[in-house]
Every structure is written in C-alpha cells, then in structure tokens.
C-alpha cells in the first residue's frame, strides 16, 4: 500500500443511547463533519465515522425504566433519534457503527482473545466504587463523600471477581509516546492532564462484569460480559476491519484506514482515550492513533449541559429558531476548540445578525440584485483587483492551516474577516453611484465581477460549515454549470483569482439568512 492511498480518518465519541442528542453531542459531530469536509475540499480521501455506544448498565437501565427491552430501546433510539438528528444537521459520516451489531462484536471478542493468548489479561478480585453515570471505575480522588464528582450520584461498591487487563505494565510506553510525540494528545493543556495522571501510577483495569448480562460476552468465560468502556473503544478499530483475514475487504479497508487521524472528544472521556485505549493498542501491537484532541464542554447556565440534566438543549430547540448552518457555524465560530464555553440565545441572535445575516447574506443579494439590474443578470467581463486577491490568498491559507489544527476559531475568523473585507470594498467603490453614468462601465462591471468572483470564494470556504446555504449561493452565481459542485472545489485552488466565467446566468435564490424577526413569527 503506498502511504498516500493511506485516507484521513477521523471519529467522534460512539454516544450512549440512555437519550436523545442534545446540543453536547452535536458539537462534537458537527466539528467533526466540518473537519472532514474541510479535508475532502483539500481533495484527500476521507473516512468519518460515528456511531452508537448501547452496551452496559446505563443504556440497560435507561431501557428498564422505560419497560423495553435493551436491544428494542436502541434500535428505537438509533433510527427515530440519533441517525435522523445527524440527517437533519447536514452529518456526511461515512459509517455509523453501533456496538450490538455483529460485526463489531465478533471482531471484540477476537481482539480479547488475542490479550488473552498474549498474556495481558488475567483473573482477579475487584474491590471498589463504581459510577453508573461514567460507566467508570473509581480512584478516591473522583469523589467526594461517597458521590462521583461528575455526577454527584452516590457510587456502588463492586466487589467482583472479573478479568483484568494488564494496563499498568504499559504506562512507561505511553509516557514515551507522548514525549515523543506531543501532537498525539491535544490541546497542551489535555496532554499535561493526562501525563500527571499517568506519573501518579495507574493501576490495572477491570475489563469484565458478571452482575447483568447486557454486554458482549467474554468468549472464554460467557458468565462474564466485556466492561462497557473496553467494548466502545474498540468500535474505532472493529468498524474498519480490525483483526480481518489478510486480503479480505476487512483487512483491506483496516490498511487504508488505521490508524485513526483524529479522535475528537470532549475532555470528559479523555482518560479513556488518552490512556486506556492507547494501552489495548500497544498490547495487541497495532499502531496509535495519529491524535486525541479534547475539546472543552458547552456549559448551560454555568454549569455542563448534560442528558441527566435539566438544562440540556436539543439540536432542533435551536435550529428551529437559527436554522441548521447558522447552529454549526455558531459554536465552532464562537468557542475556542479545546475550552469550554457557554451558550446563550443573545450572542447567538447577535452573531448571526452582524456576520451571517449582515455581512455574508447581505453581501450575496445585494451583489445578485445588482448584476440582475446592471448586467441584465450576466456576470461581467473577468477583472482583477490585487487587493482583494492578496486578502483572498491570506484568508484561504490561514483558514486552511488553522482549520487542519482543529483551532476552528482562528479558521472561521479568517473567512469572515475576508468577507468584511469585500463588504469594505463595494461600500468604497459605491457601485450604485457608478451605475448612474454609462461611461463609468467598465469601471461598474470590475467591480461587481470582482465582487462576484470573492463570493464564488466565500461560498467555498464557507461549504463544509455551512454546506446548504453555500449551495445556495452557488446556484445563484451560476456557478453549478460552470465550475461544477461545490463540494469538488478544491481549498487550494480556491484564492486562484477569476474563475467565475464571463457570462454565467446568475439568479436570485432564497435569502441565505432570514431576518429572525420573521422567523419568530
Ligand atoms: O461518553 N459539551 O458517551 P456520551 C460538549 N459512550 N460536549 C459534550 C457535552 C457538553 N456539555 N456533553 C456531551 C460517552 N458532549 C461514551 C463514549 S467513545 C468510545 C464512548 C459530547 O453519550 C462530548 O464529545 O456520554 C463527550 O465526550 C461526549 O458527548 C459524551 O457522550
């Protein structure tokens, strides 16, 4: 296999399905479908999984107290909530894998099996607190006077006789990598967590349960079900093929795939990723992931929006309001990636006022109406303006480069500062000022082309945030017949000055971003 058949493959968490998505969830995912959208318009090959965690004592009790049976309560979940909210919110995941589904159990229990025969796993006695809520493991300090520190729910005593992984023998080689390798565990500020958790010794890790049986049975001891975390960590590896046949399409796709690029979660499951899930890799001796990035947590009312909460939020409550693109251009434009931030109805209005509605749709229709008024709706001859280009090609490879540093901020800050540029320029040009004397023509055409032409750019930066009202605009600009998809624009290209062509049909399309007034009406 050459390494640049090798495609960018990045995942999110697999959510438990104890609940609907919430506001929480989604910004995981639509970071993720952004960054690989983003990584296709670079013209690589892409693979994004998400998918479903249905396994352990949460999902279980979730469906008992709803008097369904586990496996019925997630298949519910999945099709009449988790799949159709990514549909809606405009997710192009490649796969969604769901833990109870045989492909990824079977190939579970093979990679157990392989522990076992290499000697990293054995029998022992677990003795301790145990948190529901995490579905983790308790150290004394996660919590206080007996509760779990995250969910501040009393925590069960197990005492167990389970099957432990031998996970303390690899935290040298862990500490290692991450000296070697820094960028494996991002931002900084995770990495020193992670490393100090590492340095303060960790000890081997109960990997089975004997006490309910809604999990993936350990092969050699079906007694015992595989602890919920070892199970859903897997899923990474098990829904490209892990341990397949050579030559199978399973091994196969495991070659292009493997290892993953980017793990994106929130900084909740970091441990699990950033420590356990490095070591079942080491043991089975395949390679680690490329990165863990660890984004910060989207607080309601200063406090972690959550499903065991009241505050928590549905993806529609929003996009009802703002609609789709306005909610996954919001939080990735407003939060640094990697620090928590709190999410209010007022900067939300406000934002997408000035930059949404103002500066990017404003910009479009009044460009539009001017080409149909000025130009009998053709764009003009092609023209050239080296202030607007130079700004274009500043924009286009800071966004690119912030952007593939997940620091999605910096990227979008850099798209809409070029578009406030452009607004600058048709406010300086004036070209209903121009358009009042035929002999300034010439003069009134450069600029609506130039105007035009920094809106086929804006269209395509912007797609991966906002793919549906990018696809608008392109319509409108004529560009569907003349540059062909939006989505096979390339990021590189995209500062090449003049490539709407002379003579394309360009029309008026539905308002990118309604005034919210009416909205509300
Ligand atoms: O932990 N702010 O699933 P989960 C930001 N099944 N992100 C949030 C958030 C918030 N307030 N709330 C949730 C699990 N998230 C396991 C994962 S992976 C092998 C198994 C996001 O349903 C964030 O990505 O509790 C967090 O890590 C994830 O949802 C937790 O989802």
């Given at each position: 296999m050459s390494a640049d058949s090798k495609s960018f493959y990045l995942t999110t968490p697999i959510y438990y399905v104890n609940d609907a998505p919430h506001i929480g969830t989604a910004y995981t995912t639509v970071a993720g479908d952004v960054l690989t959208r983003w990584h296709r318009q670079r013209g690589e090959s892409v693979w994004f999984l998400t998918g479903t965690d249905e396994h352990g004592q949460k999902v279980l009790s979730a469906a008992q107290s709803n008097g369904v049976a586990p496996q019925e309560w997630c298949d519910r979940l999945v099709e009449e909530s988790w799949k159709p909210v990514w549909k809606d919110l405009n997710i192009a995941n490649d796969d969604f894998i769901r833990t109870t589904e045989p492909r990824h159990m079977e190939r579970v229990q093979r990679f157990l099996t392989g522990l076992k025969d290499a000697g990293y796993i054995y029998s022992g006695k677990y003795e301790g607190p145990y948190c529901i809520g995490c579905e983790e493991f308790k150290l004394p300090a996660d919590l206080d006077e007996g509760r779990c520190k995250v969910h501040g729910t009393p925590v069960e005593i197990l005492s167990e006789e389970n099957w432990f992984f031998k996970l303390s023998a690899f935290v040298p080689q862990i500490l290692q990598h991450y000296k070697d390798h820094p960028e494996a565990c991002e931002p900084a500020s995770a990495r020193n967590e992670v490393v100090s958790f590492l340095e303060s010794g960790v000890e081997d890790l109960s990997i089975s349960r004997s006490t309910f049986d809604w999990g993936i049975p350990v092969p050699w001891d079906t007694k015992q079900v595989v602890y919920v975390w070892f199970d859903a960590l897997l899923n990474y590896a098990t829904a490209v093929?892990?341990?397949?046949?050579?030559?199978?399409d399973g091994a196969q796709k495991f070659l292009r795939t493997w290892p993953a690029d980017v793990h994106l979660v929130?900084?909740?499951?970091l441990r699990f990723h950033a420590v356990i899930w490095p070591a079942m890799l080491m043991a089975a001796n395949l390679p680690l992931p490329k990165k863990v990035f660890a984004h910060g947590w989207l607080l309601v009312g200063g406090e972690k929006m959550s499903k065991s909460k009241a505050n928590k939020i549905a993806p529609s409550e929003i996009t009802d309001h703002f609609g789709v693109d306005a909610f996954r251009y919001y939080f990735l434009r407003a939060i640094p990636f990697g620090s928590d931030g709190s999410f209010s109805w007022e900067d939300m209005s406000a934002r997408y006022t000035?930059?949404?509605?103002?500066?990017f749709g404003n910009l479009a229709s009044r460009l539009i109406a001017m080409i149909e008024k000025y130009c009998d709706g053709l764009i003009p001859a092609v023209a050239y303006d080296e202030t607007l280009s130079n700004a274009l090609s500043l924009a286009a490879s800071t966004a690119d480069s912030a952007i593939v540093a997940l620091d999605f901020q910096t990227g979008i800050n850099a798209i809409i500062d070029f578009c406030k540029r452009v607004n600058g320029y048709v406010t300086e040009q004036q070209p209903w000022v121009l358009a009042k004397?035929?002999?300034n023509v010439v003069e009134l055409e450069k600029v609506l082309y130039n105007t035009a032409d920094a809106l086929r750019a804006l269209a395509v930066l912007l797609h991966p945030i906002m793919p549906a009202t990018t696809e608008i605009l392109w319509e409108s600009l004529g560009a569907n017949e003349t540059l062909g998809e939006i989505s096979k624009q390339l990021i590189g290209d995209v500062g090449r000055w003049g490539q709407l062509p002379k003579g394309s049909k360009v029309t008026k399309g539905a308002v990118l971003f309604p005034r919210l007034e009416e909205k509300a009406e």
């Open positions: 093929g892990l341990g397949d046949e050579a030559g199978s929130g900084k909740d499951i000035s930059e949404l509605a103002n500066d004397d035929p002999a």
